[in-house]
Each structure stands twice: as C-alpha cells, then as structure tokens.
C-alpha cells in the first residue's frame, strides 16, 4: 500500500479532517492532499509528526514501502553534494570586506602619532557592525547547519589577524600580553558573532513562522 493512502486512512481513523491535520502540522491543506494522492512525498519529519499524532508506529507507516525509502534516501544524499550558492557568496562577501578595511589602512595608513586613535576608532566603529552583521546572516541562513557555531572562533580570529597585519593594537592596549590581548580581541568579537549567529536563528524563526501563518491564512480562504 502506497504511503499517500496509509495516511489518508490513519489520519480518518484518528479522527482528524485535512484542515484540522494541515493545521497541526502547519502547512496547506493542499499539501496534505498531495501527499494523501501520492502526487508528492511528505518530508520524514513530517512523516514522524503524523505518526506521533495518528497512534501509529513508523513501521506501519513505512512497512514495504519500497518507493517513499528510496525517496528519503535519494533527497538526503542530494542534500549532501548540493551546492550552496548562498555560502559562497557569504564567504567571498566576508572576505572581500575585510581586505578593503587592510587595504584602506596601507592606502592611507595613520601618522605614529594617530595610530592608537585610529585603531580604537577601527576596534569600536567597524569591527562590531562588522562582524554582527555577517554573524547574523550566518545564522539566518540554515544552509550552514551545526557548522555555522564554528564560526565563532573564525570571526573573532579575523580581527586578530587584521591586527596582526596592520597596527598591532593587541600591543598598544596590552602592553604585549598575550592574556590580555585574548581578553581584549578575541572575546569580545567571539561574544559579538555568538550575539549574531543567535539574533538570524531568532530571525530565520519569526520569518518562517510569519510565512506559516500567511500561508495557512490564504488556504483557509480558499
């Protein structure tokens, strides 16, 4: 028995309409009935949501079901090699900005005597928007996966290293303490990306409960 029709007849045996079953899964009635037609597949998560709200186990679900198995493996394998687009160009972006802030200070590098101001003004004005502005975008974007929090030490790092590369501001605040330095650099931006990283989740979350809700709204219409 095809999986559309196990749960057409699970989901009337539990007592639930279309409407009523779309709506706790939150999405359209009309997907709901695609999947009940066979004419699309549901997502496994989605399988295990109306396994858990019809009483019935996965193996009755899926039990000889040959084609809805080979679809859940043939789209986790396309997940993995699929390109990401998105990435590239966050990572390319990212990089790009952070050579024009090392090119701008060679360009028109401060006199001696404005080089702690001209590093405060840089470590206080540009690096925070920065870094929470990619940091953010990181978060919102849900290709990153898990990984996007093994950004953290990379964002922070990345301002280490600029220092390293112009105006050693580690040994002007801390007098070349390598303690110091971490305490001065590194955190403080680890914590703003971490800070980021959470605020795009947040977003990504309001968004899709937004979508979800308007989604829903014009189905009910229809």
């Not at 706790?24 to 549901?42: D, F, G, H, V």
């Not at 989605?46 to 079901?65: A, G, P, Q």
């Not at 001696?112 to 929470?132: K, L, N, S, W």
Request: proline residues 4%.
């Amino acid at each position: 028995m095809d999986i559309g029709i196990r749960l057409k007849l699970a989901r009337q045996r539990a007592g639930y309409t279309q409407q009523q079953a779309a709506e706790a899964l939150k999405i359209s009635r009309q997907t709901m009935s695609n999947w009940e037609n066979n004419k699309t597949y549901p997502e496994l998560s989605h399988v295990i949501s109306m396994s858990d709200m019809y009483n019935l186990s996965l193996d009755e679900l899926l039990r000889e079901n040959t084609d809805y198995v080979r679809y859940i493996k043939e789209s986790t394998e396309k997940r993995k090699i699929k390109f990401r687009p998105s990435i590239l160009i966050e990572v390319v972006l990212f990089f790009v900005i952070w050579g024009i802030i090392l090119a701008t200070y060679y360009i028109n590098p401060p006199a001696d005597r404005d080089m702690q101001e001209y590093a405060i003004r840089v470590y206080t004005m540009v690096f925070p928007p920065y870094i929470f502005l990619f940091s953010t975008i990181v978060g919102i974007d849900r290709h990153w996966g898990r990984f996007k929090w093994v950004l953290l030490p990379v964002f922070a790092y990345s301002v280490c290293f600029m220092d390293y590369c112009t105006f050693n501001t580690g040994s002007l605040f801390t007098g070349g303490d390598v303690f110091l330095g971490l305490a001065f650099e590194f955190l403080p931006f680890f914590m703003i990306a971490f800070i980021g990283i959470s605020t795009g989740i947040i977003l990504r979350g309001l968004f899709e409960n937004l979508k979800s809700r308007k989604k829903n709204g014009t189905s009910r219409k229809a």
